[in-house]
């Protein structure tokens, strides 16, 4: 059965209501027609419960606009959502990714994720080719997919808005590295997940790294706002020498700020006996005390590093949330540890994340409930830093 503006209607009920399902929900393909969006083919899914979502197809097929009964969920930056082809990799030392960098979701991968590095090349047996050089967060995100399928599907009296596509990641003498991405959300509910799966298609050893951006933006994020998670302990904070020297913690968030340097940490995880992070950011304070907040959901076996980005500077406001496959000192320091991930032909990782919005302070005080049960996070703003990489 599906719930909807709170009554339980099965498969015939909804048709008996409307000529279409479009009249409640659906999924749509359209294009962006204007400025620096022009010519992004997008995807838009409406789950008749309040929930709606932007998956951008030809910038990898990530969350760009999502939104739940007219309340930002996702952040937007100042560079809107860039059309791929205006996009320079290479430039401004590697930090050009920033000026395409917005959305709810915006993926780093697929062969290197955070900061820029210089990666001997030998692997891919062409001597011409010393290093292969990455920038900010990889090269997957704006990247178009080939849209293989969207639509709708019935199971029993349940519908499943759903869309896949591929996209790759391919170079002569180097990487040919595919990402298969499923989105998939029923009608009536007010979550979606994303099925990932990252496939060697070459025939060379092949480096993987796998980083989701998950960006919060207002009125989640706000002055009160908690981050609630399931926090052992804190190995490495990016401004560890001087954690009081903006007044901003982990645990509660602040407003917009002027002259704000990002704030990033790495939390040490604990998953429940499914081996589940849930991970969630809420506004207790919404809408005069209804509350309202995010959680997303990993596997600790396919994300085993959480990040916590802070960027509380005035007009570019949000906060991340960001499973990794690898630890915040990125490809040099996995290599160190011999943690680097390598896949050969026809290896694959799969991922599979839940998104959900919190509607309320009862559901909000449920999850926070869930995840002390799980384990109880750091109570201090600012906590140990304890360099431990358990």
């Known amino acids: 059965m599906t719930q909807l503006h709170g009554r339980q209607m099965d498969r015939r009920a909804l ?149 896949e596509g591929v996209v790759q990641q391919s170079t002569v003498f180097g990487e040919d590295l595919h990402l298969v991405r499923r989105i998939e959300a029923r009608v009536g509910a007010r979550e979606f997940t994303l099925h990932d799966r990252v496939l060697n298609h070459g025939f060379y050893r092949t480096p993987h790294m796998f980083c989701y951006h998950i960006n919060v933006g207002h009125p989640v994020l706000d002055e009160g706002s908690r981050y609630i998670a399931p926090v052992r302990h804190t190995p490495w904070a990016a401004h560890a020498e001087q954690l009081r020297r903006q007044g901003v913690g982990y645990r509660t968030q602040a407003g917009p700020k002027n002259d704000f340097h990002e704030q990033v940490y790495e939390h040490a995880m604990a998953s429940d006996a499914q081996g589940r992070i849930p991970v969630g950011l809420v506004n207790p304070g919404f809408d005069g005390g209804r509350g309202i907040g995010l959680m997303v959901e990993v596997r600790q076996d396919e994300f085993p590093c959480q990040f916590q980005w802070q960027n509380y500077q005035a007009g570019q406001y949000a906060m991340g949330i960001e499973p990794s496959t690898h630890h915040v000192l990125g490809k040099p320091f996995a290599r160190e540890r011999g943690e680097l991930i390598w896949l050969e032909h026809g290896e694959e990782r799969q991922y599979h994340t839940r998104f959900a919005v919190l509607d309320g302070r009862t559901e909000l005080d449920a999850f926070a409930q869930r995840v002390r049960g799980i384990c109880a996070q750091p109570e201090a703003e600012y906590p140990d830093i304890t360099g431990r990489w358990d």
């Open 15 to 163: 048709r008996a209501h409307a000529g279409q399902l479009a009249q409640f929900a659906g999924v749509r393909l359209v294009t962006l027609g204007d400025g620096v969006e022009r010519g992004i083919r997008c995807l838009q899914f409406r789950t008749g419960a309040g929930l709606s979502f932007d998956v951008l197809v030809d910038r990898a097929m990530d969350i760009g606009a999502c939104e739940y009964r007219g309340a930002a969920i996702g952040w937007q930056s100042p560079t809107g959502f860039r059309h791929p082809g205006l996009h320079e990799n290479a430039d401004e030392g590697g930090l050009s990714w920033l000026r395409s960098f917005s959305g709810l979701l915006v993926t780093c991968g697929l062969d290197h994720t955070l900061f820029m590095d210089s990666d001997p090349a030998g692997h891919y047996h062409y001597t011409p080719r010393k290093t292969v050089d990455s920038s900010l967060h990889g090269r997957i995100a704006n990247t178009p997919a080939r849209l293989t399928g969207y639509g709708e599907r019935w199971e029993g009296d349940e519908c499943i808005l759903w869309c």
